[in-house]
């Protein structure tokens, strides 16, 4: 299985930057790392990917190790309708059809 | 936008009954997944689809069966529903080899 291991829950006051942890110490070469997010009684939102290079989009920047054996998800300036349960995830390239989510890491925003 | 559309919500329903459970997207996606999220379990894949009429089982098919005759369009349905079957399920879409999953609001499912 291509497990994560993520903090069970994380605090961070609104404006502030999150940034959010995760361990994928099995990823393999051809694997991308994914974020995504759920916010309370809605399906999860794609958040922003990348293979080892750091990415960057209008929602969040992704910062990858260079042994890409975990990585850092970032927030910029939070806000509360950031609250959500946000998942790490790794998947190769002929994975596309079995995607699935762990624990996840509860961010709570607060003001 | 693009849009992943579920058609309740939320649903309850008697132990037996035959529950359906529609899913339509509008992105032209060739893949269409059923996903059910309970607490502690994180999210599970139920069965998917790569095309019109093909189905494949996913981790928990049991219970399930799935039909797709037009692109658009996968249902879950649930032959005779039982209380283990209360949960969340997610409907997603994503195109042909494509990982990225757009998902549905879900429907909360309770089965008394």
């Known amino acids: 299985d291509a497990k994560t291991t993520q903090p069970t829950s994380m605090d961070c006051a609104e404006g502030r930057a999150a940034n959010l942890p995760c361990n994928h110490s099995t990823i393999s070469g051809n694997e991308y790392v994914y974020w995504y997010r759920q916010i309370h009684s809605q399906g999860p939102q794609y958040i922003i990917h990348?293979?080892?290079n750091n990415e960057t989009n209008e929602m969040a920047s992704l910062i990858i190790t260079e042994d890409r054996k975990s990585s850092t998800l970032i927030l910029p300036h939070a806000t509360l309708r950031d609250t959500a349960v946000y998942y790490c995830i790794h998947l190769p390239n002929n994975a596309g059809n079995m995607l699935t989510f762990g624990g996840g890491t509860r961010l709570m925003v607060k003001p | 936008d693009v849009k992943v559309t579920q058609s309740s919500r939320y649903l309850v329903k008697r132990t037996g009954e035959k529950v359906f459970l529609e899913c339509v997207q509008d992105?032209?996606?060739?893949?269409m997944f059923w996903y059910r999220q309970d607490p502690g379990l994180g999210l599970r894949l139920i069965y998917f689809s790569y095309d019109v009429k093909m189905k494949e089982k996913g981790d928990i098919p049991e219970g399930y069966s799935v039909s797709r005759e037009k692109k658009e369009r996968f249902s879950l349905i649930l032959e005779s529903a039982s209380t283990n079957q209360t949960s969340m399920y997610l409907c997603?879409?994503?195109?042909?080899?494509?990982?990225?999953?757009?998902f549905g609001s879900g429907t909360r499912l309770t089965v008394v």
């Open positions: 992105m032209d996606h060739e893949n």
């Open positions: 990348g293979l080892k």
């Open positions: 997603a879409s994503s195109s042909g080899q494509g990982r990225l999953r757009t």
